[in-house]
């Protein structure tokens, strides 16, 4: 298992396990020009060569904040997602980010608990946030 940065040739691997993993997932599209976008910052996770997850946040001054994260549905629950989120709050506090910041969806158990495994915090809610009508929680991690 490696992880390494997120590069434009990932868009299509990337595209793949984000169409599977959301019902409101970014296009193929954005997800190629985020990659060159100022203060974006991402990182992917391979296993056996083959890339099986990613994690896209972006940051201004001191803060950050975590745009996406998934794992192929294959391989979760083996701590991939924890890797993901701890090494880039590794790499964030070791470039002087103080506090990192994320949305999720109510719903989004396995989610919000690999959030809090990784050390952040429910600070706030915003009700019917997302489309469907779901609300969000705002999670906070203090580096
Ligand atoms: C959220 C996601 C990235 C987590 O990745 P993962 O590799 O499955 O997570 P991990 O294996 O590192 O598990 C992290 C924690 O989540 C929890 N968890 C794992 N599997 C779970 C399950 N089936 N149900 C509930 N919680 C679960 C555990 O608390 C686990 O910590 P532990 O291993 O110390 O017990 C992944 O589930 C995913 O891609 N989901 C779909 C996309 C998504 O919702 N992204 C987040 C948008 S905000």
Do not use: H
């Amino acid at each position: 298992m490696i992880i390494r940065k997120w590069m434009l040739a990932d868009t299509e691997r990337i595209n793949q396990i984000e169409q599977a993993s959301f019902s409101d997932p970014w296009s193929k599209q954005t997800l190629g020009e985020i990659v060159d976008a100022p203060n974006f910052f991402g990182l992917v996770i391979e296993v056996e060569g083959v890339v099986v997850g990613y994690i896209g946040a972006s940051s201004v001054l001191d803060e950050g904040e975590i745009l996406l994260v998934a794992v192929d549905e294959k391989y979760r629950g083996k701590g991939l997602g924890k890797t993901l989120v701890n090494t880039l709050l590794e790499r964030y506090a070791s470039n002087a980010i103080k506090k990192v910041f994320l949305e999720v969806r109510r719903s989004n158990a396995q989610a919000i608990s690999c959030y809090q495994k990784c050390g952040f915090v429910k600070i706030a809610e915003r009700a019917r946030y997302y489309r469907d009508g779901e609300d969000a929680i705002i999670m906070e991690a203090s580096l």
